[in-house]
């Protein structure tokens, strides 16, 4: 329950009414203080005052002073008269109740439109600037468009001049040629008789009887000149060959075509597969310092399997894969190795590894691929899975589309292909 | 801050003409405000217009058809009363055309098996000493010199060795013709790499690599003793040489810079100024760049060996006409800061370049 603030006093004029409502020992701010038309709250809790007033009041230019324990509110009376009394006098709780309720409400209503009116006195500022920031930079551009112009314009005019100029220097020069041509003629009938020396004297002889501008001499000077001029241009060069050669690479190709990241890594992995040996060295120990070498072990594989001795080259094959198990070639020879002895399951399994060794697919392992396709492709063939053996047949066969036996021997699988399913 | 930026040179478009077919280069007709733009036809045949600068507009005076697609063309090698044209076509024939009389060629020569890419002509226009003499550039990977005197073979031909694979030659220039005896032919390659050809002792000078194909090589003048050579390539990256100081094992010093997103397709010297030079980009772009020269342009390294010094490139404008690559340009010689570009939207563009005389 608030506490009744009863303790006022008021007084009035025709206009305004002044009201004076002690608060000792509160702070009092503005939000504290309520006021409509007709309805006047002020509120610190637990105190409360509250005044439903005898006639409208203007409350937007009514005014509350905040002085030192006492609240001084200046009311202007929406009509002028003279008030019995500050607040209505036979107000019941319902009549108060709804009186309170409108004033709030039109309270809120007012805030409202308030609000509503900054914003659009705000936008409109905000689109003044904006125009006059766009009228600035239009000015600014105007300016340097119209210094643009002016050079355009400047600069149009000189070449016009120019032009001008050229055109008359040529007919200038036309009709000089035709005057020259006239006293070469002369000149050179008196070169016959004359000697190189004496050529001085027929130039000297047209300076003085021409009556045409001092150019001419100059121009028959350089046509004199420049015939001799012409007499001694070098003779064409004897012809020679000069051979180059272009900037090698390991790939060559220039950067716009390579695949260098692809190309690393090929690189990269061929280098780790160089460095990588078994820790396994307990059993190895007895061998040769040049058995533990798998790249001697994979050439005398290699020679094993020329002379036919295929046990035998998958052993060294073994040792060498024992040594480093990231050589692609070794499995790859194993690989034909199994083939030959008819061993077809590990042939597949030996040319399957060595295509994932020889990731990523490059040009430089393209003849490793396509070996390790077509011997797989064998073994699907010989072990009657045909359609394996085709599809390696035919990756093969795009790595290499050139390559005429590769196709022979796919065309014999499709066809047998054909057969069986023809049989079934 | 803006009035600052308009004391830089500025790229002004004068005139801009569509043409009906695809240009691939234009070059002014030399003494005159002429100029010649070359190219393919839609059926697949070689065109030459000649065109004229008037008032505001380009003029077609001459309209010529030939039967192979052309590629490139030169004045460089004749003389400025004759002003023959030499020409490379798709078929790899070098013709010389005299441009009153363009049915029968003056000279013509199969000298190449593929599409002859670039060509270039030193000796002639009052330019510098020693016969007229033309190189062209093929795809076929060799570089031959030709003498308009000599019918049918090279004067020199540079050629991989056999059995070398061989690499697409795209861009070669003259240089160093000082004299009489020496000449000296650059060329670049599509792998990078630039080969710098003796003619006076018939060998290979220099070479070096640069990684990405060379578009465009020009030295920043043909006549004098070489001072500086410009290679442009793939990936908006050039390259200015130092050619005045060649260490034995360094060659020659040089400074790269990164400008455009995209192919630097050409690189021009200003002819009246050898320090200034524009090149031109595949996303439609002309950038002008001021070399300057290092405080010392040589120095001693450990062993006493001379080797040059590079100096610094600065851009002083760039501009974007197109949105096709600007495949051809070329500096008037007569008039300071007029050029003509070619780009592959079919449009060739007039452009007068200001303030060259404050740079």
């Known amino acids: ?424 | 801050a803006a009035a600052a930026g308009l004391e830089r040179p500025q790229l002004v478009a004068h005139v801009q003409q569509a043409v009906p077919y695809t240009l691939f280069d234009c070059k002014w007709v030399p003494r005159s405000a002429r100029l010649l733009c070359l190219g393919s036809a839609a059926r697949g045949t070689g065109l030459l217009q000649l065109y004229e600068l008037r008032g505001g507009r380009l003029a077609l005076l001459r309209e010529i058809e030939k039967a192979k697609p052309l590629k490139c063309g030169t004045f460089g090698a004749t003389s400025l009363q004759q002003r023959y044209l030499a020409t490379g076509d798709f078929g790899g024939n070098l013709n010389i055309w005299n441009l009153e009389a363009p049915e029968i060629p003056v000279y013509s020569v199969k000298g190449h098996k593929e599409i002859i890419n670039s060509i270039d002509g030193v000796g002639g226009l009052g330019i510098g000493e020693g016969a007229p003499e033309i190189v062209t550039g093929s795809r076929d990977g060799t570089v031959k010199v030709w003498d308009p005197r000599q019918k049918d073979t090279p004067v020199a031909n540079m050629e991989p060795v056999q059995g070398e694979s061989k690499r697409d030659c795209w861009t070669v220039a003259f240089g160093n013709a000082y004299n009489q005896e020496e000449r000296v032919v650059c060329a670049g390659y599509d792998n990078g790499d630039i080969k710098l050809f003796d003619l006076k002792t018939m060998s290979l000078r220099w070479e070096t690599n640069i990684k990405n194909g060379v578009c465009s090589v020009e030295f920043d003048r043909k006549d004098v003793n070489m001072n500086k050579l410009v290679a442009t390539s793939l990936e908006g990256k050039f390259h200015v040489f130092d050619m005045r100081t060649q260490h034995p094992t360094k060659g020659f010093a040089s400074v790269s810079e990164k400008a455009q997103k995209s192919t630097i397709w050409q690189v021009r010297h200003l002819p009246q100024n050898r320090d200034i030079f524009m090149t031109s980009g595949g996303a439609g772009s002309l950038h002008l760049w001021k070399y300057e020269y290092p405080a010392q342009r040589s120095k001693k390294d450990s062993e006493g060996a001379e080797m040059g010094v590079a100096g610094s490139v600065s851009l002083l404008q760039n501009v974007t006409l197109s949105t096709q690559p600007i495949s051809s340009l070329d500096w008037s010689p007569d008039k300071k800061g007029l050029c003509v570009c070619g780009a592959f939207d079919q449009t060739v563009r007039v452009l007068i370049v200001t303030k060259l005389n404050k740079v």
Request: hydrophobic share 35%; proline share 4%; with cysteine.
């Open chain 1, 1 to 424: 329950m608030p506490v009744w603030l009863r303790e006022y006093s008021w007084r009035q004029t025709g206009s305004a009414v002044y009201l004076m409502l002690p608060l000792r020992g509160v702070r009092v701010t503005s939000a504290n203080i309520f006021c409509t038309e007709q309805y006047l709250k002020v509120s610190i809790p637990p105190f409360l005052f509250e005044a439903i007033l005898y006639a409208p009041i203007d409350d937007t230019n009514s005014t509350a002073k905040i002085g030192n324990g006492i609240i001084f509110f200046t009311l202007y009376k929406k009509e002028v008269a003279m008030w019995d009394s500050l607040t209505l006098a036979n107000a019941n709780k319902e009549q108060l109740q709804y009186l309170r309720e409108n004033a709030v409400l039109k309270a809120h209503e007012k805030a409202k439109e308030e609000t509503e009116e900054k914003k659009i006195t705000k936008q409109e500022h905000k689109k003044y600037a904006l125009e006059a920031t766009m009228k600035l930079e239009e000015a600014e551009r105007k300016r340097i468009e119209d210094l643009k112009e002016k050079e355009r314009q400047k600069v149009t005019k000189e070449l016009e001049l120019w032009k001008k100029q050229q055109n008359d220097a040529e007919k200038q020069k036309r009709v000089q040629k035709e005057g020259e041509l006239h006293q070469e003629v002369e000149q050179l009938k008196e070169k016959k008789n004359e000697k190189m020396n004496k050529t001085r004297i027929p130039n000297e002889g047209t300076s003085k009887t021409r009556l045409k501008p001092t150019k001419g001499c100059h121009g028959s000077y350089s046509m004199f000149s420049q015939n001799l001029k012409e007499e001694q241009l070098p003779a064409p060069r004897s012809a020679a060959t000069i051979k180059i050669n272009f900037t090698s690479r390991v790939f060559p190709t220039a950067l716009r075509e390579s695949r260098i990241a692809e190309e690393e890594e090929w690189l990269r992995k061929q280098r780790e597969a160089r460095r990588t040996i078994s820790a396994d060295l307990s059993e190895l120990e007895d061998l040769k310092e040049e058995e533990k070498n798998p790249d001697w072990l994979k050439d005398k594989g290699n020679k094993m399997f020329a002379t036919g001795n295929y046990l035998a080259a998958v052993n060294a094959y073994n040792l060498a894969v024992r040594l480093n198990s990231k050589l692609p070639l070794l499995y790859l020879n194993r690989a034909a190795c199994h083939l030959k002895l008819r061993n077809l399951h590990k042939a597949i399994e030996d040319s399957s590894k060595a295509l994932e060794l020889l990731t990523p697919p490059v040009p430089d392992n393209e003849n490793a691929r396509v070996k390790a396709y077509v011997r797989r492709g064998t073994a699907f063939c010989q072990l009657e899975l045909y359609t394996e053996g085709l599809q390696d047949y035919e990756a093969a066969l795009k790595i290499d589309p050139k390559n005429k036996s590769i196709e022979k021997d796919a065309e014999k699988i499709r066809h047998l292909i054909q057969g069986k399913t023809q049989d079934s």
